[in-house]
Each structure stands twice: as structure tokens, then as C-alpha cells.
T-cell receptor, first 113, second 116 residues
Framework: DVKVTQSSRYLVKRTGEKVFLECVQD?????MFWYRQDPGLGLRLIYF???????EKGDIPEGYSVSREKKERFSLILESASTNQTSMYLCASHVKSSTGELFFGEGSRLTVL | AQKITQTQPGMFVQEKEAVTLDCTYDTSDPSYGLFWYKQPSSGEMIFLIY??????QNATEGRYSLNFQKARKSANLVISASQLGDSAMYFC?????????????FGGGTRLMVKP
């Protein structure tokens, strides 16, 4: 079965802390994505990666960075967390040549106090 | 301009009745795809159905069907015979292609509540 695993389901951090959200997929997918989900706004793309060490900005990259050192792992980094980054974060992946169907992780709910 | 619009923030439906969730989209690309995902309260995103822009027939998957009206740029999800387990958030998404490959853009979602 297809599997996308996010390291933490729930995190509580303080303003100014550095936050790492890890995502691992076991499907050998080329493309990986980080979305942020907020009520009424749906899912908004933060960053994506189409290959190891490659990254592209999505619609809302400000305040975030990413790392993809291995094909199966895509990390989202909040260098200095702020309260407006309290949200649900969803990692997803797909095969480059597919219809585009995304396979999602279970999500990481981050609260920044 | 928003590419994917879901105009119904929340909806109620009686158990065993059919319900239609609306989705309109905007693109100038002749090749695109439309998806519906379900998100129960547990948080995982579950793929429901896919429609390609060149597909001649409306997609169906069990109790789910996609009412694709290309000229109107709408891709409504129809759920027949609603069940209590259908209570969830539903997201419409559109696939476009850029130089990095396929990209999905999501609508704001519709929360469906099934009444017993």
C-alpha cells in the first residue's frame, strides 16, 4: 500500500522556535509537496520538490523553507515560528507522469503559542 | 483570481438521499484534470474521483459521480444514497501542468453533514 508518513501528528511550539516537519514516502515518487490547510481557505501550496535537492516555491512560501536530501524525504522548516503559522500541514507526493493524483500523509497540526 | 471555487461552506443532507457538492474552476489550459478528495475528522485526505478534461464520459466510482460540464467549467460531485460516514470535508482540486510537472490547486472545501 502507498504510504506517506508525517513525523508528528500534533506539535505545540513557542513563538521564535525553529520547527521541523518531516515527511517520508515509500512509493519512489519524484514529486513531493507541502500544503497548509486553514478553514475556508482550503489547501494552499507552500513548496514542492520534483527531484532531490530541487525545490520550487508554491503560493505561500514566506516564512518557510524546505529540504530534500533524499528522494523519499521532504522536510518543511519554520526558521522562527510565529502564531500565524498555527495550522494543519499536509505532505503529499505523486509520480511525475501520473494523472496528478496526490497521496497524502495524515497531517501535522501545529500550534504556535 | 481563484482557480477553484466551492461556494457551499457547509451542507446538510438526510441519510439515504443524494447530494451535490458544487465546484467551478478556471483555466485556459486545454489539458487539465479535476479531482475530489474527502477529509474525515481524522484528517487524512482520501481520493474519491478523477475526471480528465478530454474524457468523454462523466467519471463514476461507486456512489460517487462527477457531473462534468466543460462549457460551464463546473465539476460537481454527486453522492448517491448518503451515509452517516459521508460526513466530512470535501475538496475539489484541479490539475494543471507546468515545467515541474503536475500541480494541484484546491478549493476552499465544503463540509457535508449527514443527518440520521
Amino acid at each position: 500500500d502507498v504510504k506517506v508518513t508525517q513525523s508528528s501528528r500534533y506539535l505545540v511550539k513557542r513563538t521564535g522556535e525553529k520547527v521541523f516537519l518531516e515527511c517520508v514516502q515509500d512509493m519512489d515518487h519524484e514529486n513531493m509537496f507541502w500544503y497548509r490547510q486553514d478553514p475556508g481557505l482550503g489547501l494552499r501550496l507552500i513548496y514542492f520538490s520534483y527531484d532531490v535537492k530541487m525545490k520550487e516555491k508554491g503560493d505561500i512560501p514566506e516564512g518557510y523553507s524546505v529540504s530534500r536530501e533524499k528522494k523519499e524525504r521532504f522536510s518543511l522548516i519554520l526558521e522562527s515560528a510565529s502564531t500565524n503559522q498555527t495550522s494543519m500541514y499536509l505532505c503529499a507526493s505523486h509520480v511525475k507522469s501520473s494523472t496528478g493524483e496526490l497521496f497524502f500523509g495524515e497531517g501535522s497540526r501545529l500550534t504556535v503559542l | 483570481a481563484q482557480k477553484i471555487t466551492q461556494t457551499q461552506p457547509g451542507m446538510f443532507v438526510q441519510e439515504k438521499e443524494a447530494v451535490t457538492l458544487d465546484c467551478t474552476y478556471d483555466t485556459s489550459d486545454p489539458s487539465y484534470g479535476l479531482f475530489w478528495y474527502k477529509q474525515p475528522s481524522s484528517g487524512e485526505m482520501i481520493f474519491l474521483i478523477y475526471q480528465g478534461s478530454y474524457d468523454q464520459q462523466n467519471a463514476t466510482e461507486g456512489r460517487y459521480s462527477l457531473n462534468f460540464q466543460k462549457a460551464r467549467k463546473s465539476a460537481n460531485l454527486v453522492i448517491s444514497a448518503s451515509q452517516l460516514g459521508d460526513s466530512a470535508m470535501y475538496f475539489c482540486a484541479m490539475r494543471e501542468v507546468n515545467n515541474a510537472g503536475n500541480m494541484l490547486t484546491f478549493g476552499g472545501g465544503t463540509r457535508l453533514m449527514v443527518k440520521p
